[in-house]
Every structure is written in structure tokens, then in C-alpha cells.
């Protein structure tokens, strides 16, 4: 993901058959395989990381600070650090990003909006005379 290792680490996952009626609120890392019918939100979105497999469909709000999406998300996904738009991704809605790595292939129904972070990214020296 744009040439940084992943800190993150899944620790939960939702399996190609599951279907989820209902929100998920999760803490560190979470793949989702099956289809989720709600919204999909990191409790702290500081460090968390979703991935939304090829095979995976999101019907709801996504909100975290990594997302890697290779499936399908209706809805409006907001990634508060980096975001990576996998070959076989699509998503009809609004995109909220930091961060964007997007491949050939991706489709985004939607606005794209880059979110500045609260830091400057730019620094200015001050000199000493």
C-alpha cells in the first residue's frame, strides 16, 4: 500500500458465506469475505485496517483509517490514512480519502474528496539570523 508496510493486523474475519444484518464495530484489523448489510465502522479508527475481499459486498457506511477494497461497497467509505483501490473494486458512493492508491480496473460510483490532515504537510525551516 503506496510503498509502506502495513502496521496492522487482522484479527477478525467474516467468512465467504456469512451474511451480517446489522452494524459492525470492530477494534485492530477485520477482512470481510461474505456481505455485510450495515454500516462497518473501526472503534478507534487510529491503526485499524479493513479488507474487503474480492468475493465481499458492504451495503452501509464504512469508516476507518485503512481500506484495502478489492469488492463491492454502497455507501459512503471514509478512510481516514490510506486507502487502496484494488483492480475488481466498486463502490457507489461518496469517498472521503487521505490517501489514494487506485488501480486499473477500480470504479468509484461517487465523489472523490481529499480530507487534509489537521498537521501541515509541509514544514517550513525557520533560520536563526
Same mark, same amino acid.
Given at each position: 500500500? /503506496? ?26 484489523? /477485520? ?51 490510506? /486507502? ?37 504537510? /509541509? ?7
Amino acid at each position: 500500500m /503506496l510503498g509502506r508496510k502495513s502496521k496492522g493486523t487482522i484479527d477478525s474475519l467474516i467468512g465467504l458465506s456469512t451474511i451480517v444484518e446489522g452494524n459492525i464495530t470492530f477494534s485492530g484489523g /477485520l477482512r470481510i469475505d461474505g456481505h455485510v448489510k450495515g454500516n462497518v465502522c473501526a472503534k478507534e479508527e487510529e491503526g485499524s485496517m479493513l479488507i474487503v475481499s474480492e468475493h465481499a459486498k458492504i451495503e452501509g457506511e464504512v469508516r476507518v483509517a485503512q481500506l484495502v477494497i478489492n469488492g463491492e461497497i454502497i455507501g459512503p467509505v471514509h478512510s481516514s490514512e490510506v /486507502l487502496e483501490l484494488q483492480p475488481k473494486a466498486r463502490i457507489t458512493g461518496d469517498v472521503f480519502y487521505r490517501a489514494l492508491e487506485m488501480h486499473g480496473g477500480a470504479v468509484v460510483s461517487g465523489k472523490l474528496t481529499y480530507e487534509q490532515s489537521e498537521e501541515p504537510v /509541509l514544514k517550513l525551516a525557520m533560520s536563526n539570523t
